[in-house]
């Protein structure tokens, strides 16, 4: 008697014939499965532009996103994130968290300008200050 995995495997290899309609079925279960991790568990994109130099090169990086932190889930200082670009709305960005509410952040660049400190919005949910 053959292991469970064994005989599991036997019958994915075993050859039989498909027929255009049973190709067609399999084929719109794997589309739809691909379409379900794309929308809800990962997606990779690409980067373009210098902002967030040295971490990520300027030009054709690939950057896996984990949609498990969506709608600012989990988040934490430190970490990257995929934004929608302030400028081209259609376009995503990629930035570093800074800030969540209740955090204190510096407004101005270290070592330039006044040296405020501002608040983050204690009131505003899933609102975060990032840079990069």
């Given at each position: 008697?053959?292991p469970?995995?064994?005989?599991?495997?036997?019958?994915?290899?075993e050859?039989?014939p498909?027929?255009?309609?049973?190709?067609?079925i399999?084929?719109?279960?794997m589309a739809?499965?691909?379409?379900?991790?794309?929308?809800h568990a990962?997606?990779i994109?690409?980067?373009?532009?210098?902002?967030?130099?040295?971490?990520?090169?300027?030009?054709?990086?690939?950057?896996?996103?984990?949609?498990?932190y969506?709608?600012?889930?989990?988040?934490e200082?430190?970490d990257?994130?995929?934004?929608?670009?302030?400028?081209?709305?259609?376009?995503?960005?990629?930035?570093?968290?800074?800030?969540m509410?209740?955090?204190?952040?510096?407004?101005d660049?270290?070592?330039?300008?006044e040296?405020l400190?501002?608040?983050?919005?204690?009131?505003?949910?899933?609102?975060?200050?990032?840079?990069?």
């Amino acid at each position: 008697m053959r292991p469970f995995l064994g005989r599991l495997w036997a019958r994915v290899l075993e050859a039989r014939p498909r027929t255009n309609r049973t190709l067609l079925i399999e084929t719109a279960k794997m589309a739809l499965l691909l379409h379900v991790f794309i929308r809800h568990a990962y997606t990779i994109k690409g980067t373009r532009g210098a902002s967030m130099l040295p971490t990520m090169a300027a030009d054709g990086e690939g950057v896996v996103i984990n949609k498990k932190y969506r709608r600012g889930r989990y988040i934490e200082v430190g970490d990257l994130v995929s934004v929608r670009h302030l400028f081209e709305p259609e376009e995503a960005a990629i930035k570093r968290v800074m800030g969540m509410p209740g955090d204190f952040v510096l407004r101005d660049t270290p070592g330039k300008g006044e040296g405020l400190m501002v608040q983050v919005g204690v009131h505003a949910v899933g609102f975060i200050i990032y840079t990069g």
